[in-house]
């Protein structure tokens, strides 16, 4: 059997008679590690966790949500956001809007003890956000806004400061585009609403050479003349009717051009209406964009460090070095006799 075979070469067995002859000294590492590890946590410097929990909407059109029919609605203001929701909510969390915000109204530059004219000040801010900040999705797909931080008091500042940062950052991106969607709309109804009033203006010149309701008035004429001509009428009053029959004939067209155009550009005059002031009150009302399922309130006890959890590592850690260096050492004691 060659040398690495023979160090190699040991079972289960062999590790446990090998802890079991070694076990006061296994013992007194593993204490020794328990009561370092245990010391060692009182050095690092305890931190507070403060959580925000809430459902984003699923609206983003307060005109469309509020005035359209019932059951052309595509969102409901009281719907909970669901999956496609909470995705684009961690999107705003972990954007650099939303963080220079929160590094503002909180001087987080101060708080987290970085000298700006320093060396990288701001990607240790950010390296720093990273530890004490985090945003997830839960399993029911809410967003969970958590914070750790030495003070409770601030880490319940900043988790709720968050979530009301959010709400104003979504806001902002939403009117953004609702301020751009409304300028399209207002010219488009503008220049709808001048359509309609020069059409109508081409009606009231037609109107002050007497054509006011063609069918009516070619109708009337008609009858009237048959009359008179059929019982041998008065001859001035023939000729003033055959003068406006052929004022209805030279206009009749045109009248019938405007008045068909104009029922239908009112009907596009309506529906724009419509559009704009959901336009309008895309941009002059905000709703919240959030359902709070759970506001922070500042910690009792610390989140970190986790005294047992370290003690655990540090014993076991220390147990296992100690069981192969004693195991290393033993084998080279076999290889060399």
Request: aromatic letters at 8%.
């Amino acid at each position: 059997m060659s040398t690495q075979e023979n160090f190699i070469d040991f079972t289960f067995s062999d590790i446990l008679r090998f802890i079991l002859k070694w076990k006061k000294q296994l013992i007194i590492i593993g204490f020794v590690a328990a009561v370092a590890s245990a010391a060692g946590s009182y050095l690092i410097t305890p931190r507070y966790e403060a959580e925000v929990v809430f459902y984003p909407t699923t609206v983003n059109s307060i005109g469309n949500a509020m005035f359209t029919d019932l059951n052309k609605r595509e969102a409901d203001v009281l719907a909970f956001g669901e999956e496609e929701e909470a995705e684009n909510a961690l999107q705003i969390l972990k954007s650099d809007k939303l963080s220079t915000r929160i590094i503002q109204n909180f001087d987080l530059m101060k708080h987290y003890d970085i000298n700006p004219e320093g060396k990288y000040p701001m990607t240790k801010l950010q390296e720093k956000m990273k530890k004490n900040i985090s945003y997830s999705r839960t399993r029911y797909l809410s967003i969970s806004i958590k914070v750790l931080d030495e003070d409770p008091e601030m880490a319940a500042r900043l988790a709720n400061g968050i979530a009301a940062i959010y709400d104003s950052v979504k806001t902002e991106i939403q009117q953004e585009v609702a301020r751009e969607a409304y300028a399209i709309v207002d010219e488009e109804f503008k220049n709808k609403e001048q359509e309609v009033w020069n059409l109508k203006l081409g009606l009231q010149e037609l109107g002050a050479k007497g054509i006011l309701d063609i069918e009516k008035q070619a109708q009337s004429i008609s009858e009237s003349l048959y009359a008179l001509q059929a019982r041998g009428g008065n001859s001035a009053t023939i000729n003033q009717l055959k003068a406006e029959k052929d004022t209805l004939a030279k206009y009749g067209s045109e009248y019938t051009n405007l008045y068909e155009t104009l029922i239908l550009e009112l009907e596009e005059l309506s529906l724009l209406r419509k559009r704009h002031k959901k336009a309008k009150v895309d941009i002059e009302k905000t709703i919240p964009h959030k359902f709070i399922v759970s506001n922070a309130s500042a910690p009792e006890k610390k989140a970190l460090p986790n005294r047992k959890l370290l003690v655990l590592l540090g014993a076991s850690s220390a147990l296992a070095f100690g069981i192969v260096v004693l195991l290393f050492i033993e084998q080279r004691k076999k290889i060399s006799a």
